[in-house]
């Protein structure tokens, strides 16, 4: 394939920064072997460019390219927007000099209506549904598993009086509510709202639909929703617990933040029913949680008296959990602060415990409004409760299949969540008017529908029984029978399974709790299991169960092989990306482990190697991945504190050892003598280059800028040592 290309991405936060240090090593030794590197910026800086004319549309390219054969990209973590990490990119933008809008957070007129739009589409998790054109495989490499077996990190016990559960609606609620039906033909959709005062009101329409695919509809009723916080609230208090919210404001952009208001009014309800008409008066929104309010009461005339409110509330309320006591921020300062699929572990990690105002630990009340997965980490809370923490030493690994193709399911749901203006009934109408599903609703309500298509569960199906055979392990659809839309997709895969070779493969269809349960007592017993789970459990369990077997999901292998043919090489997970790079710009000291594009970057090469006919792609492939394993071996992953390797010194030791492994095989004898040299400069000066990486920490770096760093600062922060830099330039 004579255009064969991979295609690294440049996202945000940490894994931007490591680009800067790591790209010039992979483009270095990939042009040695004849392979060609590009690179295309994603990040929400150059997303929110882009929708106003001032950059590539290099989102919208990629999201082309997933759909042809020879796609080729790796794509590292990058920002979900919430509105309030939006508006923050924007500000940034327009310090740089770029001429683009404030974000409107209440459009009036036809142009603000147009700028939200546009915003609209940077805002939440916008890269992934454009890109993941395929189904996911993640999984935690050997290396990775026998290192944590050799090296185990610790998990804590929950104390034998533990109060710590998850607190859930489990009725009136997105879970109970759906409603779903499979398409019988190709069709055109609306959505509209039928007032109890005889109105009509077209919430969505040319929605075109395929034969076989499923739509869902749901609707999460506040009115309950009210009335199971202020019981959670109570409980709390009543317990002495910790009160925190786990929801999914970045991937779930439209519903999650409404409901996240709902939880932020509900705590500080006295203070809402005192001063609601002033702060809605001043645009300050509890969806943008505490911390946008606080941050905007200057600008009212009664705003200290106001934030003496919410002082008070929360020295009277239930005990709230903190993401940083020591700066004073709450579980509910900020959306996208907590988000579940990283929150629930750190808990389960932790003991069942999180962090008070004064820093100290304790026993937590979980709330997870939707109960549609709620029950799965419960179900792990009460396994570590009754039989002890995970042993990393010694129990086996859960990976995962996802059902993510073609924005699968609830992820998928943005462009159709609408926050209900009036009473009435909303009705799913197909083409000829028929009514496919339909729910009552009351103002204030959220309202969703979502799409699954046929084409993403069938190749899904092939996926697990690809996974089952190639791994021995059991594979279980993580599907309730009793939930509208796992009914749907239990009839697809019954009707799929025959169509593969299952003989002598387990391959099961299990509730999320009961399917919970029995990963983990196959965990215990040193056994894998391979979740088989769509797009949201994918999202969960790719968090979940890494981080309590390996310590991390950052260092998992995902691979998405892509229905076209092509691969999407994905490099783990960015939840703590911020802190990062706040350690950077305080200390000159980066913590953020690359071991991810490690990984992505070995099939990536033998994905390259195949496209285009370039053996010597191959043996590039595998000598990194001979060097991965030295490198684990050697406990070169960056360190937790200043002193140590961070992670520049853990990409030079990556060169070091991958330089070694080229120079020593015989494969490609060019490609040995090629990297003889360098294998030789860097082992020689690998203490004087060691020396120079260690020398710039301790005092603050200038990145210039957060959203959008300015290129040459980050490059001379990224790539300190001139022994290193020169050695790699002579390559």
Known sequence: MADAKIIYTHTDEAP???????????????????????????????????????????????????????????????????????????????????????????????????????????????????L?????????????????????????????????????????DFASNEKSVTLPADDTLSIVLETTAGETVVLKEGLGVLAGEIVDATVMQVAHLHAFLENALAEAKADGVLFSVHLKATMMKVSDPIIFGHVVTAYFSDVFARYGD???????????????????????????????????????????????????????????????????????????RLWGADGGEDDTLAVIPDSSYAGVYQTVIADCQANGPLDPATIGSVSNVGLMAQAAEEYGSHDKTFEIPQAGTVRVLNRAGDVLLEHDVEAGDIWRACQTKDVPVRDWVKLAVTRARASGAPAIFWLNESRAHDAELIRKVEAYLPEHDTSGLEIRVLSPELATAYSLERMRKGEDTISVTGNVLRDYNTDLFPILEVGTSAKMLSVVPLIAGGGLFETGAGGSAPKHVQQLVSENYLRWDSLGEFFALVPSLEKYAEQAGVPAAKVLADALDRATGTFLDEDRSPGRRLGTTDNRGSHFYLALYWAEELAAQTEDAALADAFAGLAKTLRENEQKIADELLAVQGSPADIGGYYRPDEAKATAVMRPSATFNEALARL
């Not at 790796?74 to 327009?94: C, G, R």
């Not at 700028?115 to 939440?124: F, I, N, P, Q």
């Not at 004073?328 to 990690?349: F, K, Q």
């Open 132 to 172: 993941r054109q395929g189904n996911s495989d993640r999984r935690a490499p050997a290396a990775v598993k026998n290192y944590a077996k050799k090296h185990p990190h610790t998990n804590k016990p929950f104390a034998e009086d533990s109060r710590t559960k998850v607190a859930t609606m489990g009725a009136h």
């Open 16 to 130: 931007l920064l490591a680009t800067y240090s790591f790209l010039p090593i992979v483009e270095a030794y990939a042009g040695k072997a004849g392979v060609a590197v590009e690179t295309r910026d994603i990040s929400v800086a150059a997303r929110i460019l882009a929708q106003f004319g001032l950059a590539d549309d290099a989102l919208g390219e990629l999201g082309d390219l997933a759909q042809e054969p020879e796609a080729n990209i790796i794509k590292l973590p990058n920002v979900s927007a919430s509105v309030p990490q939006l508006k923050a990119a924007i500000k940034e933008l327009q310090q740089q000099g770029f001429d683009i809008p404030d974000y409107p957070e209440a459009p009036a007129t036809d142009e603000e209506r147009a700028t939200r739009a546009k915003y609209d589409k940077v805002k939440g998790s916008a890269v992934n549904p454009v």
């Open 278 to 352: 002033d702060l809605r008066a001043a645009g300050l929104s509890p969806n943008d949680g505490l911390g946008g309010i606080l941050a905007g009461l200057d600008q009212l005339p009664n705003g200290a008296e106001i934030r003496a409110a919410f002082e008070e509330a929360l020295s009277s309320g239930p005990r709230l959990s903190y993401v940083n006591s020591d700066k004073g921020i709450t579980n509910l300062h900020v959306p996208s602060d907590v988000i579940v699929d990283a929150s629930m572990p750190a808990l389960i990690r932790n003991g069942g």
